[in-house]
């Protein structure tokens, strides 16, 4: 999984989730996907505006991919096996 933010020209902040293939078995297999947003760091100032989700194999073609977003103010996390099930 991988997990960016970025800002858009209108000022809001697009939040990115790349899936990669073991995430998508997860899935099927009835494994929910969690997505802690506290670590794309989203200050309170900050508004929303959009949400990509978007596929690869695995973390590398993942960041491949999302190479056309970054930018000198993108924030990417990698996460191989997902975020932890909320308590």
Do not use: C, H
């Not at 697009?14 to 073991?22: K, R």
């Not at 997505?35 to 794309?40: A, C, E, L, N």
């Not at 993942?62 to 932890?84: Q, S």
């Amino acid at each position: 999984m991988i997990k960016a933010k970025f800002p858009m020209k209108d000022g809001r902040q697009a939040l990115v989730l790349g899936l990669s293939e073991e995430n998508i078995r997860r899935m099927k297999q009835g494994q929910p996907i969690y997505f802690d947003i506290g670590q794309v760091k989203i200050q309170p100032s900050e508004q929303l505006g959009v949400v990509t989700v978007f596929y690869g194999r695995d973390e590398d073609e993942l960041l491949r991919t999302l190479g056309a977003f970054i930018g000198p103010t993108t924030d990417v996390i990698v996460v191989p096996k997902g975020d932890k099930r909320p308590t």
